[in-house]
């Protein structure tokens, strides 16, 4: 926590998760990371409270989410996973200005530079990637059974839509010469095709 002696502000807690803080200072600097990169700046005092709202709700849901990826040790990231995800992260912001001297200028008006724009992104983006890991390693563990399929179907198939009847076309370009009585087949299925889709039946 911070201290009120010599005029300085005193920290205060916004959000705790388990045994962690989250403070104004953090709350604040992920605030101005997060307008950054999404080319956003609040125009009125309700646009930016619903934004703080925002950006606090999704620190929160990082930090759990983070909390959970840090007990699992067969979740690793490599500096190199980091480094290149940053660098990408990094080109698509800078690829929403109209040039990278605007994307520097923007910067310079937060009072960062491109070297301190990434130390500071660098732990969101590490951040991200373990949260990645650990829904692909929840996801990987779910299995549905042929049987729980038809059940499912069975209990919710009132609220399920239909499936318009259709016709799925593809092709393989192969030179070949066919039979007549094949050419006729071919005809005739390529004609009913083409009445049902006049018919309104979709094709895809």
């Given at each position: 926590s911070g201290?009120?002696?010599?005029g300085e502000p005193v920290e205060k807690i916004v959000a705790i998760i388990g045994n962690e803080p989250i403070l104004t200072s953090e709350l604040a600097a992920q605030i101005q990371m997060t307008a950054i990169q999404r080319g956003f700046k609040p125009q009125t005092k309700e646009e930016m409270e619903k934004f703080q709202q925002e950006v606090l709700d999704q620190m929160i849901s990082e930090r759990l989410f983070l909390a959970e990826a840090k007990k699992d040790t067969s979740i690793k990231v490599t500096p190199?996973?980091?480094?290149?995800?940053l660098d990408d992260h990094i080109k698509n912001v800078s690829g929403q200005f109209s040039s990278e001297d605007q994307f520097l200028e923007e910067l310079a008006k937060e009072g960062?530079?491109?070297r301190t724009f990434k130390k500071?992104?660098?732990p969101e983006i590490e951040n991200q990637?373990?949260?990645q890991k650990l829904i692909g390693q929840k996801l990987s563990s779910i299995s549905v059974s042929r049987q729980e399929v038809f059940d499912f179907y069975g209990k919710y198939k009132d609220s399920i839509p239909d499936q318009p009847e259709a016709v799925r076309l593809a092709h393989i370009l192969i030179t070949f010469q066919p039979s007549g009585g094949t050419a006729?087949?071919?005809r005739q299925l390529a004609e009913t095709v083409r009445k049902n889709a006049a018919a309104g039946m979709r094709s895809f």
């Open positions: 201290s009120a002696i010599a190199e996973e980091v480094e290149q995800t960062l530079n491109l500071r992104l660098r990637l373990l949260k006729d087949s071919i």
